[in-house]
């Protein structure tokens, strides 16, 4: 009797088991954005970048890992989607960024008022935590800074290009009516972002640039909150909008994708500028709400973190490729520069950075366009590898190199911003 007793407990647990893992699986299963291995990204890895990233690390992730990861997009920064129902729904749009406005510019103590969700959340970031290292985010600044406009280039034509061969990272941009609204404003709002956080001590608590990631973390949340509303979006398609796991990409975009753009040029970060590029992104990311643990301290760290991401991903499909191509075509319908061949020369060099970065096989499946300017880029490389020769040897040419580099991407931003009438 005692031991049909147990025989009966032992099996209805573990049916209870296998029903709780069923629909876990099931779950997991249904996110049809999963892909493995990618059809596309997978043959990154068997290029020439993506080999030589390989070299880099000790071991690739298994597909143990990889599954692990896949579960951050069902994951997403709860604290600010509170924000967005307390400040927004709560309060209204035009009162809720007032009060958003009034707290970046003057603190704490002159809104009183404020939703306990979003006290909470800039209290919290008021606290810089115990690893962010002034030095690192300096060096890594600085660093971002003396690569002037290649910076501003790497990151359009190889860190959001490249993001677009992907259909998943990408779909809640289409519900947001980025395809209506063109790339003008998704570029603008990155260049200005990416300005304001590289400024040198701008991550101070209520620094530019620590102001900016507070203003994008709130606004991601308020973007998924109304992509959630759709009845045409559903999570088991795409996973959350705007997910943990996606927000991770984005940061790799920013340091990893970013720094090996830039390797590719004859830029030669020395050990301590890698390291601070990403100990700078890792506090960003940290203000945006992503996990600090998932977090890549160093190159090796980032290059297995997107190797996971990447081996998932969908194919490009019909939306991501037209924002491709609205991305190629911005310069036509923005005022800077002047002159029409201007931009359609500016359209080509654009188009030969692609293919120098992302490869002839990733820009045929955009259907992006060959071109004879795709020699710039080496180019411009071979000037760079003499300009790095000499910011190595004379301390006093990389100052120069970084005033310079930096105020050259201040002045492209500010004309480019003004060029399509951007309002702050």
């Known amino acids: 009797m005692l031991l049909q007793l147990i025989c009966y407990v032992l099996s209805k647990s573990i049916f209870k088991y296998i029903i709780l893992t069923d629909k876990i699986l099931s779950s997991f299963m249904a996110l049809n954005r999963i892909q493995y291995p990618s059809p596309g990204f997978s043959k990154h890895w068997k290029e020439s970048v993506g080999k030589r990233m390989l070299k880099r690390v000790s071991s690739i992730p298994t597909k143990e890992h990889i599954d692990s990861f896949n579960e951050l997009y069902m994951c997403c920064d709860t604290l600010a989607d509170a924000v967005v129902v307390d400040l927004f729904e709560g309060l209204g749009h035009k009162r809720g960024h007032q009060l958003l406005h009034i707290l970046l510019e003057q603190g704490l103590n002159a809104v009183p008022d404020i939703p306990d969700s979003l006290r909470a959340l800039y209290t919290s970031a008021l606290h810089v935590p115990e690893w962010v290292d002034d030095v690192l985010l300096k060096q890594g600044a600085q660093f971002c800074q003396r690569a002037g406009v290649f910076s501003l280039i790497t990151l359009r034509n190889y860190s959001l290009m490249g993001g677009y061969e992907s259909a998943a990272i990408n779909k809640p941009l289409i519900f947001t009516g980025a395809l209506k609204g063109g790339p003008a404003k998704r570029l603008s709002d990155t260049l200005k972002f990416w300005v304001d956080v590289t400024g040198c001590g701008a991550m101070k608590p209520a620094g530019a640039g620590f102001n900016a990631a507070i203003q994008v973390r709130i606004i991601h949340a308020l973007a998924r909150y109304y992509i959630k509303k759709s009845p045409e979006w559903n999570d088991e398609d795409w996973g959350i909008p705007i997910n943990t796991g996606d927000m991770v990409a984005t940061y790799l975009g920013f340091s990893l994708v970013y720094l090996e753009g830039l390797r590719m040029l004859q830029f030669k970060p020395t050990l301590n500028e890698e390291l601070g590029v990403y100990h700078l992104w890792k506090y960003i990311g940290y203000l945006l709400g992503i996990p600090q643990e998932l977090l890549p301290a160093n190159d090796k760290e980032a290059i297995q973190t997107l190797y996971k991401w990447t081996m998932t991903q969908p194919l490009a499909d019909v939306d991501t490729i037209a924002l491709a191509h609205a991305l190629v075509n911005a310069p036509l319908s923005a005022t800077f520069p002047n002159k029409v061949w201007q931009k359609k020369i500016l359209v080509k060099i654009y188009l030969g950075f692609n293919?120098?970065?992302?490869?002839?096989?990733?820009?045929?499946?955009?259907?992006?366009?060959?071109?004879?300017?795709?020699?710039?880029?080496?180019?411009?490389?071979?000037?760079?590898?003499?300009?790095?020769?000499?910011?190595?040897?004379?301390?006093?040419?990389?100052v120069r190199a970084i005033k310079k580099g930096r105020n050259a991407q201040v002045e492209v931003t500010d004309s480019f911003l003004k060029s399509i009438g951007y309002k702050k």
Do not use: D, Q, W
């Not at 096989?361 to 955009?366: D, F, L, P, V």
């Not at 366009?369 to 490389?381: D, L, S, W």
């Open 355 to 398: 293919r120098f970065y992302l490869g002839r096989a990733a820009c045929n499946r955009m259907h992006l366009p060959n071109t004879i300017f795709k020699v710039i880029p080496y180019i411009a490389a071979s000037i760079n590898y003499v300009h790095e020769c000499l910011v190595l040897i004379f301390p006093s040419f990389k």
